[in-house]
């Protein structure tokens, strides 16, 4: 009779394990770059969502309102441009209160966050 064999040999695992070490050299700086780009969406989103609660406090208080870039903290990303917005009570931006902030993570990629004259806060 045969001998039987059951399970593998340590050439085939070492062979297997080889692959898959390869396969994570290639995806690694995939991850990398995809996980800064969540972090500028995630940034510019929260940026935005804060600049429109400013502005809709400032319509609803009736009263001008600042927002202050300066004391929110972006992990892994720097803030640059305007960092100060400030609207009237009627939701445009006073003058002078309107810009351009930007968010820029350590590749260098980045994302605006742009708060026109007529009061539009958008992400691009």
Do not use: H
């Amino acid at each position: 009779m045969g001998r039987r064999k059951n399970g593998f040999t340590l050439i085939e695992l070492s062979v297997v394990t080889g692959i898959i070490g390869v396969i994570v050299l290639l995806a690694f700086p995939t991850l990398a770059n995809f996980k800064e780009r969540i972090f500028l969406e995630t940034g510019a989103t929260q940026l935005v969502s804060d600049l429109r609660t400013t502005q809709i406090k400032a319509i609803c208080l009736n009263e001008e309102r600042v927002y202050d870039a300066s004391s929110v903290s972006f992990p892994g990303l720097t803030l640059g441009g305007n960092r100060q917005f400030q609207f009237s009570r009627t939701g445009n931006p006073s003058p002078g209160g309107s810009g351009t902030a930007w968010l820029t993570g350590r590749t260098g990629a980045g994302r605006r966050v742009i708060v026109s004259s007529a009061g539009r806060v958008r992400s691009e």
